[in-house]
């Protein structure tokens, strides 16, 4: 190229202006260097299609690249998956837990159990009572006979418990059945004939009219209901502290906590004859049967257990009635009152032919109309009724 020829003379290739002229005394003092090129030596040769990053190195691989953040991966390896699983699972069990009480309450038959005229006034808490009728409504002659309940057509109240709740403890009081009581219309009698003389505003009345209290919820169980509940929580314990045999009931047990089925469950609560003290030492009994299977129908496992859920609340509707003012809720109140029991006791009576003792009577019954359960003392509160208990 002209004019960009070697000026100092030498015999060069007419390029040191582009890389310098190579001696320490050249014009440029940092002459552009020759960058060095490594040349790759010649890949083996090998069968096939040659390999374009050359020989493969001889030992362990190492693993794979991961996948680069934000890859697609399959739905099952996601965490999140396995979440919503988890937590659609524990919807549908609250579901099942709250729709089959439902649907057993659907059936639940109702009861008219408020007297006409007057009453006791509304009072603070709740007090219901508790009737275990010994209808043989919807027991088969086969079942009657193997639970010894005997006359088809009986219409009596085996067992009357008043429950109060309020903002003192738990009371349970026991109204022996022999009761003499005031029957409006009848005259003085057995309380448990009020029932079959009445039905049961009769009964309710007659007992509002004896204690001064306001009853506010009406439960009522037969005696397959009984059966069926402790069957379906799969037994109860109970503790009698004698060898028990009576011919009545049908009972057979022998000293000690044992765990029985419902239709011995029934007969403990039934039995009178073994005790000189008769119906006040039944009426203790009914109390234990009553705590055992509270126990275990509040228990995890009666609430864990599908079946036995189902089995519970199925048996329900057949033996069980509840007032006309009582929804589900008021009875899942009750359910739970019953295993909370603080004070449990017979109502005083002066002998054990269960003849009330009217002043001792009256104090108990006050403090549960006042809702001062608290003030209950021990003397109101025996488990036969009598004082010296």
């Not at 017979?346 to 009330?356: E, S």
Request: charged share 25%; proline share 9%.
């Amino acid at each position: 190229m002209a004019g960009r020829g070697n000026k100092s003379g030498d015999d060069g290739d007419g390029f040191d202006w582009v890389y310098g002229s190579g001696s320490p005394g050249g014009s440029d003092p940092e002459p552009t260097r020759r960058i060095p090129v490594q040349r790759r030596p010649p890949a083996e040769p090998y069968a096939g299609r040659p390999d374009p990053v050359g020989p493969r190195p001889a030992g362990p691989q190492p693993p794979p690249p991961a996948p680069p953040r934000g890859a697609r991966r399959g739905r099952w390896s996601r965490p999140r998956t396995y979440l919503r699983l988890v937590l659609l699972a524990l919807v549908l069990w609250l579901v099942y837990l709250v729709a089959v009480p439902l649907v057993a309450w659907n059936r639940v038959d109702k009861v008219d159990f408020e007297p006409s005229g007057d009453r006791p006034a509304e009072q603070p808490g709740t007090t219901y009572l508790l009737v275990g009728s010994d209808s043989r409504a919807g027991l088969s002659p086969a079942e009657r006979k193997r639970l010894h309940t005997g006359d088809a057509e009986s219409e009596l109240t085996d067992t009357i418990l008043l429950l109060h709740t309020g903002d003192g403890p738990t009371t349970l009081v026991s109204i022996p059945r022999d009761s003499p009581l005031d029957i409006p219309g009848f005259g003085v009698g057995k309380v448990n004939s009020a029932y079959a003389k009445g039905g049961t505003p009769l009964l309710v009345q007659t007992l509002e009219k004896a204690t001064g209290l306001h009853v506010d919820q009406y439960v009522e169980i037969g005696f397959g209901g009984l059966v069926g509940v402790v069957d379906a929580v799969g037994g109860i314990e109970i503790c009698p502290k004698k060898r028990i045999k009576d011919k009545d009931s049908g009972l057979n047990v022998k000293k000690g906590c044992q765990e029985v089925d419902g239709a011995t469950a029934l007969a403990y609560s039934r039995a009178r004859k073994h005790s000189p003290i008769s119906d006040l030492a039944r009426v203790q009994q009914q109390r234990e049967v009553i705590a055992a299977v509270g126990d275990k129908v509040l228990s995890p496992w009666s609430v864990l257990n599908p079946v036995r859920w189902w089995r519970l609340n199925g048996s329900v509707p057949d033996f069980f009635r509840f007032g006309e003012t009582s929804g589900p809720v008021d009875a899942g109140r009750w359910a739970l009152a019953m295993t909370k029991v603080e004070k449990s006791c017979t109502v005083p009576v002066a002998r054990a032919d269960t003849t009330w003792d009217a002043e001792r009577a009256r104090r108990l019954f006050g403090r549960i109309a006042e809702d001062r359960t608290e003030e209950i003392t021990k003397d109101l509160c025996t488990a036969t009724g009598l004082a010296d208990d």
